[in-house]
């Protein structure tokens, strides 16, 4: 069946340096890839999502390619703030269905 | 434009009692999903429905667990005969498709039981 792969449960960042979260899937089809973000006790919330001609989304200062050959959708961002403390979870999903399939989160915790 | 609302924001349940979750989505989406969140783990998707026809229910436990939206709109979730392993927020997710849509989430009702 279809996978996701957060390696990090936790990543802990001082403020200002560069952030990689890693994600990898595995697929039967060839998926959407999404991230989302999920602070305390709030609902998780789309940060971005894959296109299908290649083109980088970029949102809040993250970004995420997606590579097929390694079949990876890394979430990055040049400079941790405070405020981008929080639960990300790597998700994919194929183009007819609406199941989601979600990794086990990464905590990111970004420090003064 | 409201979010996705879900109601109660909280459950704590004696193993055998029975509970129901309801849900309302944005207006205009078709599509309705409700996930279980265990603690420390990432959604995983229970049922979803396009209007109010069942897509894929094949992760419910359907000896307890049970899943409606009669009209298209508001769905409830209904747990038979809770047992401890049940214990986990429940998402509710609404979309105006499938695929690569994104999926809009409500705040969850977190399920405690004892």
Redesign the interface.
């Known amino acids: 069946g279809d996978s996701?792969t957060q390696t990090e449960g936790l990543v802990t960042l001082t403020e200002g340096l560069p952030v990689m979260l890693n994600c990898t899937y595995q697929s039967t089809y060839s998926p959407?890839l999404?991230w989302y973000v999920q602070h305390l006790n709030?609902?998780?919330?789309?940060l971005l999502?894959s296109f299908?001609d290649n083109k980088r989304p970029e949102h809040q200062g993250f970004h995420a390619t997606l590579h097929k050959s390694s079949s990876s959708f890394h979430l990055q961002k040049s400079s941790a703030q405070l405020s981008d403390s929080a639960l990300y979870?790597c998700?994919s999903?194929?183009?007819?269905?609406?199941?989601?399939?979600?990794?086990?989160?990464t905590i990111l915790r970004v420090h003064p | 434009e409201a979010g996705?609302t879900q109601s109660p924001r909280y459950a704590v349940l004696q193993e055998g009692q029975a509970v129901s979750f309801w849900c309302d989505p944005i207006s205009g989406h078709d599509?309705l999903?409700w996930?279980q969140q265990p603690r420390?783990?990432?959604?995983?998707?229970l049922v979803?429905f396009?209007d109010e026809a069942v897509?894929?229910n094949s992760q419910l436990p359907s000896d307890r667990f049970s899943a409606v939206r009669p009209k298209g709109t508001n769905s409830t979730l209904k747990i038979q005969s809770a047992k401890q392993g049940d214990t986990a927020t429940y998402?509710c997710a609404s979309?105006t498709g499938?695929?690569?849509y994104?999926?809009?989430?409500?705040?969850?009702t977190r399920l405690t039981v004892l």
């Not at chain 1, 999903?93 to 989160?105: D, E, I, S, V």
């Not at chain 2, 994104?102 to 705040?107: R, T, V």
């Open positions: 996701v959407f999404f709030e609902a998780p919330k789309l999502k299908t979870y998700a999903t194929g183009a007819n269905t609406g199941k989601l399939t979600f990794g086990h989160g | 996705v599509t999903y996930y420390d783990q990432g959604p995983q998707l979803y396009r897509i894929d998402l979309s499938t695929g690569g994104e999926q809009y989430f409500g705040p969850g």
